[in-house]
């Protein structure tokens, strides 16, 4: 027990609106925090708080602590070193070769230069860099990039010849290689062919996984996250970093750890631990699974094939079997499920699955869930809420990608993307998440597209799917606490609950919805304690 934070001195929150996500008590204007814990609301607080330290929100908002259901708190640690690719930086594939010019002139000939973040759609070339344009720039280092959706690579010869990828080099069973009219490999890697190639890099050591999950969490601070789903634990060396922060005290998030199915069942089953284990710091959450790839990438499992592609409905990264078999282990193993299926055909087994494993053991309760749940229909919404899933939208995506949504799938197989109005509707409770850092840790910036459908170049995409600002923070709090089986705990503001909360700049609710996302936060309260102030 930390005796340390049972002795924090109380501190009053008030003089502004403050969102409790508690339907009986839904707005108040002061909370009293004291030893870690919410102790009271409105009238009482007030009147409990007097004469101690005291947070006045001048008319700004709060929330409880924003939850990001689905992201890589390592991964965007590991980033802050990679060359940055997004398109405000690079949005050219001549700047993204200056970028990696400039990096070859800092490392010695032979180590790895990696970045992330290109999008080819926004790319002025609009197309992916090749490994003939990768060559010239860097022909003694080898070069992986990634483009934003991290199920596609860009690969130098380098690169490619340390995987031994020839033009004789078959394709992966679950990915591809992209091969120029004479067959040979043009750099482009999509889903395990990529993988493949980033797997040749040295692994990163505990320590190293230990500082960047340090660093990623301070960013999510930033922009006042408390909570956080790290969507996929693969290595001991990932949980024992997780582990040595948590026994520490230095864990920046309080964290919900997805395990890779096939990386951690087993050992996991054997041992006897599932979903629920841990405490409110860290818990180990959902066996995961990936049934298909990206959108981006055009590898996600389509019913119908992607525009001009009459061939092409993507790839299963785990035959439909497969994913059949994992899902009823680990349903028996008493672990709740999230797995990764991006288009519709993949929502549809995944649903499948699910309902197998209910059939074969009705008890109540699991909130399996699906990850992205990008690509759906009216008829996967009504089966979605009649076995109570839980849908994971990666609420920024629009925001990025809907040029590359329109141009590989149109508008009408986009309708129900992200649907976060009609989830609502029938019932549904979807959880925000970012998958940073495929997109911005900013979850602002979530809510921004929650609040206007509009695209970074303020273009609409089904604009029936707005919600409220209101509506969005909820997705952000009450839900995602709900996806993780925290309602008890977290995610509303009442006397008992964790004392995580957000501060924002201003009252969200009176700015304009395609000026959200140029708010910030002013200060994040984790268990009872400044956490970041701006």
């Known amino acids: 027990m930390n005796m340390a934070r049972l002795m924090r001195s109380p501190l009053l929150i008030h003089g502004g609106p403050i969102l409790t996500m508690d339907p009986h008590d839904p707005l108040v204007d002061a909370v009293l925090i004291d030893r870690g814990r919410i102790a009271a609301v409105g009238a009482a607080a007030e009147a409990a708080g007097r004469g101690a330290p005291d947070i006045d929100l001048a008319g700004r908002l709060a929330c409880p602590g924003l939850d990001d259901a689905h992201a890589h708190i390592m991964g965007v640690g590991f980033a802050q070193g990679q060359v940055d690719l997004s398109v405000d930086v690079a949005p050219s594939i001549d700047r993204i070769l200056s970028l990696v010019s400039a990096e070859t002139r800092s490392r010695a000939a032979g180590s790895w230069i990696v970045g ?6 926004l790319l002025r070339e609009r197309r992916h860099p090749t490994r003939f344009d990768l060559d010239r ?5 080898p070069v992986l990039l990634w483009r934003s959706c991290h199920h596609i690579a860009v690969a130098n010869s380098v690169a490619l010849n340390l995987a031994g990828i020839t033009p004789v ?53 930033r922009h006042g996250v408390t909570s956080a789903t790290e969507a996929g634990i693969r290595r001991k060396e990932e949980f024992r970093a997780y582990q040595r922060l948590w026994a520490e005290q230095r864990l920046p998030l309080r964290s919900y750890l997805m395990m890779i199915i096939d990386d951690t069942f087993d050992a996991l089953e054997s041992l006897g631990i599932s979903t629920g284990f841990g405490d409110d710091w860290l818990r180990i959450g959902p066996a995961k699974l990936f049934a298909d790839g990206s959108i981006g990438g055009r590898t996600a499992r389509m019913r119908l094939p992607y525009q001009d592609e009459p061939d092409n409905r993507g790839l299963w990264m785990i035959p439909p079997a497969g994913i059949r078999e ?28 699910y ?36 849908p994971i939208p990666g ?36 959880a925000a998440s970012s998958d940073a850092p495929v997109v911005t840790v900013d979850p602002l910036l979530g809510i921004q597209t929650m609040v206007s459908r509009t695209d970074r170049r303020g273009d609409p995409i089904w604009p029936e799917e707005a919600v409220s600002v209101e509506e969005a923070l909820l997705a952000y709090t009450a839900n995602a606490a709900f996806a993780s089986f925290s309602e008890s705990s977290k995610g509303a503001i009442r006397p008992g609950m964790l004392a995580d ?34």
């Open 169 to 221: 080099t078959h394709d992966p069973p679950d990915g591809t290689i992209d091969r120029d009219a004479h067959g040979e490999p043009t750099g482009v890697l999509r889903e395990s062919a990529a993988t493949a190639v980033a797997g040749l890099q040295p692994e990163a050591t505990e320590d190293e996984i230990a500082d960047a999950l340090i660093r990623g969490g301070l960013e999510f601070r």
């Open 137 to 141: 720039v860097a022909p003694d280092h």
């Open 116 to 121: 992330q973040g290109y999008d080819q759609a």
């Open 355 to 390: 309902e197998a494993a209910f059939t074969a053991d009705p008890r109540p309760g699991r909130r399996h869930r699906i990850e992205h749940c990008s690509i759906v229909d009216e008829g996967l919404i009504d089966r979605i809420a009649r076995l109570g899933v839980v």
């Open 326 to 353: 994992r899902v009823l282990r680990a349903d028996a193993a008493g672990f709740q499920i999230g797995i990764h299926a991006i288009g519709d055909a993949a929502v549809a087994e995944v649903l499948d699955a």
């Open 501 to 534: 909360m957000t501060i924002f700049n201003s009252d969200l609710r009176e700015v304009p919805a395609d000026e959200l996302a140029a708010q910030h936060v002013d200060f994040t309260i984790i268990d009872g304690e400044v956490a970041y102030e701006h």
């Open 395 to 430: 609420t920024s995506f629009l925001y990025d990608m809907r040029p590359v949504y329109l141009q590989n799938l149109g508008p009408d197989r986009v309708r129900y993307a992200y649907a976060m109005k009609t989830f609502a509707e029938r019932g549904i409770t979807a």
